[in-house]
């Protein structure tokens, strides 16, 4: 299998799809000639021509709008938001439009559109290129929303999303585009090339949604993350020496619900992950499933390891990010318990 | 500095409110047939006096004159007439049956019933409208059954919806209407977006977008005029100003723009503006765009103007904000009389036959309600299973729908 950077494995799914359905078109700012300005869609538009892969206007709602246009007459619109910080403009044609356009047409008319955004921070991006706005999906009927930690995944959830018959929100880490991050911004990172889930198979490859991946077992308690807090998860693990099972939840909507149940059941103690602000954040869902389902197994009280309920700051952002020793500080506490 | 006089702030104003009488002396109006009717391959840069100016073709003798005229025959015509008289017969047996308390809602067109008849005219089969609220004659000229419309009023077991939408968002995509939204301006882009896709396939069919003069405000609007001018998308972009958005008037959202027609010249999308109680010129207008459209030379936008003769809906008094007689001065007549006194004129139609037309329509109007009301209204009959409320938010049930489903004992 090839060693990829997940920018290659999200271009590699485009053209490997585009390849098999004519029916996939792929817009959005700088998208086209020029391929992206994180280059996930470099090549596209010389290979399939510039009906299939096009520039499209500084317009998320345009964007948005145009594409639930598209896949209503028939076409698969994989469609990108440069940051998912700018999504909000498009949220209208998202919530409103997209998400319920099978529901309130009793299935006339659907959506099947895949809406990828680069997502979350690390990058010294401040409050308008740092968000993870996922809750804002999940808490959508009508939308799946996805999150892959690594390259591998990400082609196959890439892949996945494009079969879907139904609109996906397909959120990118960006801190993950190159190395798996983390959390230690002082230390250079490694190169997906050098790293196990870098390997990425060729030709097509699908990643089912709804599947949580064990990235490392473990029996003294659980750490439910996903996207870039998976690294910083497994590196917090190693660190603290607790032997502690690592979920990638990968699927946040539809979520793997057996697979949380199962490992906080063995384990008994649970933390929670996640770089987006705490409150109503997705770990507030993910916390309220295991004390239902796994209240009498629990040994301690559930811990969230989060964003501060503060915009995404420039100069304190790694006192913000919610980094390896504040998982560990969540780790002791449910140990000690 | 101390010269400097204090700002203050524009809000615009009606010209007349409540007890006043109702004045449209600045209303400009063009004559019937005045307008020039430029080739569809216009330069859009040659035709911008369209945007400023209104096409008639039926002038007050009910003669149909100029360059937009004689594009219908009798037949047509009489069809047409038909189709308005059905829609105003329609409305008016559902505003009664909201107010008997069979349904929640309900929203008519008195006044306006030209602009979505004329306009299902000029388009093909497979050609899709994205309409608002307030154009079911686009269904009604397409033949699409009574009854399924006002089992989607009744929120019964004959709609194909499962009673999920508001009444009168109807959806058809067998006869070119697209699902409803309830959020304005929201599906002028995806007309656009639809229209683009017809030709990345390379296929002939074009689309029609809807919006009425308060929406356009929405950015929606102008997302969609930039992308129908940069990808000269297939599509007619049709504003119908009927003066008023709920209690708003036009002014609000106009600014001070001149027309809506005006709004596509900065993008350099031919416009058209046109008398919108004129069956004729509606019909004669869309025609030019659509063929515009399917000759692949770009979208057009055309503003309808026209009179909003009721009510916005059920939920809506008038009377608290405009003159209640306004309706009774709008200028530009009423759309059934003038066509009918077209026909009329031309020897094409008569008076008995106009009587008995009527009650013709009133008759299948209401075999059709009957119909309709076996199945059931929103609050007797048969109505769709609560565990609908559970289908199609996704193509496949996930777990956790089908769990709070069982939990909900449906």
Sequence with gaps: MPNMTMIEAVRDAHDVMMERDGDIVVYGQDVGYFGGVFRCTAGLQEKYGSNRCFDAPISELGIVGSAIGMATYGLKPCIEIQFADYMYPAYDQIVSEAARMRYRSGGEFTCPMVIRMPTGGGIYGAQTHSQSPEALFTHVAGLKTVMPSNPADAKGLLTAAMEDPDPVIFLEPKRLYNGPFDGHHDKPIVPWKKHALGEVPEGYHKVDFGKAAVRREGSAATILAYGTMVHVALEAVQSSGIDAEVIDLRSLLPLDKDAIVRSVSKTGRCVIVHEATLTNGFGAELASIVQKECFYQLEAPIQRVAGWDTPYPHASEWDYFPGPDRVVTALNTVMEA | MADTPSLNL????????????????????????????????????????????????????????????????????????????????????????????????????????????????????????????????????????LTQMMNQ??????????????????????????????????????????????????????????????????????????????????????????????????????????????????????????????????????????????????????????????????????????????????????????????????????????????????????????????????????????????????????????????????
């Design chain 2, 153 to 410: 009023i009744y929120s019964n077991d004959g709609d194909s919806a499962r009673g999920r939408q508001l009444p009168v968002f109807y959806s058809s995509k067998e006869h070119g209407f697209f699902s409803i939204s309830g959020n304005l301006a929201t599906q002028y882009i995806q007309a656009v977006g639809w229209s683009m896709a017809s030709a990345i396939k390379g296929d002939t069919k074009i689309a029609a977008a809807w919006i009425g003069d308060g929406s356009t405000a929405e950015s929606d609007f102008h997302a969609s005029l930039v992308f129908a001018s940069t990808y000269k998308a297939p599509v007619v972009l049709n504003v119908v100003n009927n003066q008023w958005a709920i209690s708003t008037f036009q002014g609000i959202a106009k600014g001070g723009s001149g027309t809506f027609a005006a709004r596509g010249l900065g993008f350099g999308i031919p416009a058209l503006r046109v008398d919108g109680n004129d069956y004729l010129a509606v019909y004669a207008a869309a025609k030019w765009a659509a063929d515009r459209a399917r000759a692949n030379l770009g979208p057009t936008i055309i503003e309808y103007v026209t009179y909003r003769a009721a009510g916005h809906s059920t939920s809506d008094d008038p009377s608290a904000y405009r003159p209640k007689d306004e309706k009774d001065a709008w200028p530009l007549g009423d759309p059934v009389d003038r066509l009918k006194a077209h026909l009329i004129g031309k020897g094409a139609w008569s008076e008995e036959r106009h009587t008995q037309a009527e009650a013709e329509i009133l008759v299948m109007v209401e075999e059709a309600q009957k119909e309709s009301e076996a199945i059931g209204t929103l609050l007797t009959g048969t109505l769709p299973s609560p565990s609908d409320m559970f289908r199609d938010v996704f193509a496949e049930m996930p777990p956790h729908l089908v769990e709070q489903r069982q939990e909900a004992g449906v």
């Design chain 2, 10 to 145: 524009h809000v615009p104003e009606p010209e007349v409110r409540p007890g006043d009488t109702p004045d449209f002396s600045s209303f400009e109006i063009p004559r019937a047939g005045e307008v020039r009717c430029p080739e569809i391959d216009a330069d859009p840069e040659d035709i911008r006096d369209l945007a400023f100016s209104i096409i008639r073709v039926l002038n007050k003798q009910g003669k149909a004159v100029g360059p937009w005229a004689d594009m219908l025959s009798d037949d047509d015509l009489r069809a047409g007439l038909s189709h308005m008289m059905t829609l105003r017969t329609f409305d008016a047996r559902m505003m009664v049956a909201q107010r008997q308390g069979k349904t929640s809602f309900y929203m008519q067109h008195l006044g306006e019933e030209a602009v979505s008849c004329a306009f299902r005219k000029a388009l093909e089969p497979g050609d899709m409208n994205f309409p608002t609220y307030r154009q079911a004659g686009l269904l009604i000229a397409n033949d699409f059954p």
